[in-house]
Structure formats: structure tokens, C-alpha cells
Nanobody
Framework: VQLQASGGGLVQAGGSLRLSCAAS????????MGWYRQAPGKQRELVAV???????NYADSVKGRFTISRENVKNTVYLQMHSLKPEDTAVYYC?????????????????WGQGTLVTVSS
């Protein structure tokens, strides 16, 4: 199973970006998909996650500014980010949680993407 993230870049404060992450491989089902971020010198933190049923959870710092969505058929998760702030600058990692594979023996694991850099200038 591989996760490919895209959409990071440099944006001015107040601007918008949209991140995408597609999971591929021997996937039968994915429970949660989401985004974490890690700023320089800080620990990785949750940004947002969404279940296969559409239930979402956001970090307080991004509520009202970021929206997570998902296309289950494409095993793809998106993060629409508005009103970006310099403190949103970080490497953003996508995650696929509790992935059930469709090959024997079936396994259940979490998988991480390679990270995409988001830089917000003031």
C-alpha cells in the first residue's frame, strides 16, 4: 500500500491551498484517512481525520478554516485549507488508518505518505 500526497507549496497569509492524497495497492477497505503536520522543532500533530462514513475530527487550531473530504471509491482524501496563517507552516503527512488488504493473508495496518511541505509567508 502506498500513499501519494500532493498540493503543498508556498502561499501568502490569508491564502488557500488544497492537499490531495491517494492510496493505492492491495486495498480492500480503509477505515480513517487524514492529515497530520509537523513544524520544525515540534511534534507531529493531528490536523484532521475522516472516517469511511464521513465522520470528521479537526484540531481546534484549524476548525472553521480547513475542510477534510474523501472519495472512498478513489481511496483519496483532500484537505482544503483557507485563511492560512504562518503558524500553519509545516510538513503535512497523510495517513490511511486500519487499512485492510485484499490479498492473503489479510493484514490491517496504518500507512503514511511521504509528506508535502506547506509554507505560509507573512
Amino acid at each position: 500500500v502506498q500513499l501519494q500526497a500532493s498540493g503543498g507549496g508556498l502561499v501568502q497569509a490569508g491564502g488557500s491551498l488544497r492537499l490531495s492524497c491517494a492510496a493505492s495497492g492491495s486495498i480492500f477497505s480503509i477505515n480513517g484517512m487524514g492529515w497530520y503536520r509537523q513544524a520544525p522543532g515540534k511534534q507531529r500533530e493531528l490536523v484532521a481525520v475522516i472516517t469511511s462514513g464521513g465522520r470528521t475530527n479537526y484540531a481546534d487550531s484549524v476548525k472553521g478554516r480547513f475542510t477534510i473530504s474523501r472519495e472512498n471509491v478513489k481511496n483519496t482524501v483532500y484537505l482544503q485549507m483557507h485563511s492560512l496563517k504562518p503558524e500553519d507552516t509545516a510538513v503535512y503527512y497523510c495517513v490511511a488508518e486500519r487499512v485492510l488488504t485484499n490479498i492473503l493473508p489479510r493484514t490491517v495496518n496504518d500507512y503514511w505518505g511521504q509528506g508535502t511541505l506547506v509554507t505560509v509567508s507573512s
